[in-house]
C-alpha cells in the first residue's frame, strides 16, 4: 500500500472554532498553551478577552 498521502494537520481557532489549515493559523504561545485563530479578527477578539496574556504582536498582513 502507498503511504504518500499528506498528512494534512488541522488546527481549530480558539474563538470560532473553525478548523484552520495549519500553516494559514495565527499561533499565540502563552506559558503552557498554544492558542490558534483563523484569522485577525479572532486574535483580536481573544486578546480583548485575556488583555494578561500579552502575547506578541501578530505579523504584519
Ligand atoms: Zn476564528
Redesign the pocket.
Same mark, same amino acid.
Given at each position: 500500500m502507498s503511504t504518500t498521502q499528506t498528512q494534512t494537520s488541522v488546527l481549530r $481557532?480558539? &474563538? $470560532?472554532?473553525?478548523e &484552520?489549515p495549519h500553516n494559514k493559523a495565527l499561533t499565540v504561545e502563552s506559558k503552557e498553551y498554544a492558542y490558534h485563530? $483563523?484569522?485577525q479578527?479572532?486574535f483580536v477578539e481573544w486578546e480583548q478577552k485575556n488583555p494578561d496574556s500579552n502575547p506578541p504582536p501578530p505579523p504584519e498582513q
Amino acid at each position: 500500500m502507498s503511504t504518500t498521502q499528506t498528512q494534512t494537520s488541522v488546527l481549530r $481557532c480558539s &474563538i $470560532c472554532h473553525k478548523e &484552520i489549515p495549519h500553516n494559514k493559523a495565527l499561533t499565540v504561545e502563552s506559558k503552557e498553551y498554544a492558542y490558534h485563530f $483563523c484569522g485577525q479578527g479572532c486574535f483580536v477578539e481573544w486578546e480583548q478577552k485575556n488583555p494578561d496574556s500579552n502575547p506578541p504582536p501578530p505579523p504584519e498582513q
